[in-house]
């Protein structure tokens, strides 16, 4: 009575209590307006003032325009109404979850009725002016920033990860002072920064900025990202800078929802710029000593309808991507001799074109048990016979696929059941997979499926191959392998796994694989 003296028509106050919670939820009615206030303590006086305060306070943020609107269509709602003081400037605290469902006999109304008659949580109202239903929800920022320190063995070394990633950045908000906390955020820009090192042996470090809502309309993507890498023939015992591979790298990317064929397509594209600088180098690479430069466009086309991304229970990914370089071969002159070039000549200006493609199915068995299966295959191609395959951008495949201290641009491709790269072949003691395939099913069970860590078990078979010519390319010819596993996710580090596979047959060495085990960590096989 104390704000509607007149025109109240009915006020509605539950009380529940328990685990030492007192809340209370009082919802008030007066001529099609309806007022809400819930309060949660460990009181119950304290909870119903609490709800009484609500209550007052949604009158007061919408007082004028309650008036103004009500003076425009003639209601007398206006006149039960009482001068309440200027409007406190208080911010409503969201309710945690949804506890219970009510029921309501709604009428239509015009966005700015709905939002006036909203306290916490969400409303679903029918909008009178276009015939359709409106979702009304109170949208709360909080941080989502992560800091990432990850580690793992590969390639016999143990490369250390630092990271920040801050994922609500505002970039237009850089010059405001005030904003910086520790920095601008409220845009859901992400803005990430990332350190890897096992010492002087190799040292990665990039940039990467991406603005999902480029246009502000649609959900197009833009990103761009500077990276820096080197790697150097140091050992624990022998250190040196005279040897050494660096790779200066440039991108930017752009992506889009599509709406046809269905709306689970993405379709991507991207610009690399490529510096690679080697000195001394004649570690598993083709040349030693030289710059090449890569300008590369890239395309992928992804379609993703599965239900969850720690475990997805059904549903599908599939991927196509294909990336290519100017033809630089089929400007020059058809009678060049590449086989009399240095190899800095050669290999100044790369040229490639390259095809993957992925799929993984998602199958729910009996209740959490899932069915995983996956398939995928790449291509790297050249244009011209004589010059031959690119010496960047091939496959390396074999062991857990962590990327470790790898600059060469190839794909790192796991197989478990054997040692890292086991099973890429070489040719002249350099790495040379221009093509592979692997195959793989995986049955996983959960342990605990919960928001704050996920847990769950996995068997798995595995087959795949790689190959140094498209023409010896055979899909059934792999290698084979079995295993068990656990994954691990955790918020504040993100996915951990181990791994014990036994491979069956012998790798490009001769050496059978055996029994392996595979550990990572923030990487998925």
Request: charged letters at 20%; one cysteine or more.
């Amino acid at each position: 009575q104390k704000f509607l003296e007149g025109g109240s028509r009915g006020a509605q106050v539950s009380r529940t209590s328990g685990r030492g919670i007192d809340s209370v939820d009082s919802t008030i009615q007066v001529d099609g307006l309806l007022l809400r206030g819930e309060e949660h303590t460990g009181d119950m006086y304290a909870s119903i003032d609490g709800a009484i305060d609500n209550i007052e306070r949604q009158i007061r943020k919408y007082k004028t325009r309650i008036n103004r609107r009500l003076r425009q269509e003639g209601n007398k709602l206006v006149e039960s109404m009482v001068a309440v003081g200027p409007a406190a400037n208080v911010v409503e605290a969201p309710e945690p979850k949804v506890v219970k469902t009510k029921r309501f006999a709604m009428k239509p109304m015009s966005v700015e009725e709905a939002i006036m008659q909203m306290g916490s949580g969400f409303n679903v109202v029918p909008n009178q002016v276009n015939n359709t239903v409106d979702i009304i929800y109170n949208v709360t920022e909080k941080p989502d920033s992560q800091f990432e320190i990850a580690g793992g063995w590969g390639g016999n070394t143990f490369v250390g990860t630092v990271g920040i990633s801050f994922n609500n950045f505002s970039i237009k908000r850089l010059f405001d002072k005030q904003a910086w906390r520790p920095v601008p955020l409220g845009d859901g820009q992400t803005l990430s920064l990332r350190f890897q090192t096992n010492g002087t042996y190799y040292m990665a470090l990039s940039v990467n900025f991406v603005e999902p809502w480029l246009t502000g309309k649609k959900p197009t993507s833009f990103s761009t990202s500077i990276y820096y890498t080197r790697q150097t023939a140091s050992t624990y015992y022998y250190l040196t800078n005279d040897q050494f591979m660096e790779v200066y790298g440039l991108g930017i990317g752009l992506g889009t929802r599509l709406k046809w064929p269905d709306n689970y397509f993405v379709f991507y594209n991207q610009l690399d710029i490529k510096r690679y600088n080697l000195q001394d180098w004649g570690y598993y690479f083709m040349f030693t000593d030289g710059q090449s430069n890569i300008i590369d466009y890239s395309i992928t086309l992804q379609r993703n309808s599965t239900d969850q991304i720690i475990y997805p229970r059904q549903g599908s990914d599939l991927k196509f991507g294909l990336q290519v370089t100017p033809p630089y071969s089929l400007f020059r002159d058809k009678n060049t001799d590449y086989a009399s070039m240095t190899d800095p000549q050669r290999y100044r200006w790369i040229e490639y074109h390259k095809w993957t493609f992925d799929a993984n199915l998602y199958t729910r068995l009996i209740g959490d048990l899932v069915l995983m299966t996956r398939a995928n295959f790449g291509y790297l191609g050249y244009y011209s016979h004589k010059l031959g395959y690119s010496p960047f951008e091939g496959f390396m495949l074999g062991g857990d696929g962590m990327s470790g201290y790898n600059t060469y641009g190839a794909d790192i491709i796991s197989q478990r059941g054997y040692s890292n790269y086991s099973l890429t072949p070489t040719i002249n003691d350099a790495y040379a997979g221009r093509v592979y395939t692997r195959y793989t099913v995986e049955l996983r069970y959960p342990v605990i499926l919960q928001p704050q860590s996920t847990i769950y078990a996995l068997l798995f078979l595995e087959g795949g191959n790689c190959w140094s010519d498209i023409r010896d390319f055979n899909p059934f010819s792999i290698k084979r392998a079995a295993g068990v596993g656990v994954r691990v996710f955790l918020p504040m580090v993100g996915l951990l796994g181990i791994d014990w596979g036994y491979g069956f047959d012998t790798d490009f060495s001769g050496k059978k694989g055996g029994s392996n085990f595979h550990f990572m960590i923030g990487q998925q096989f």
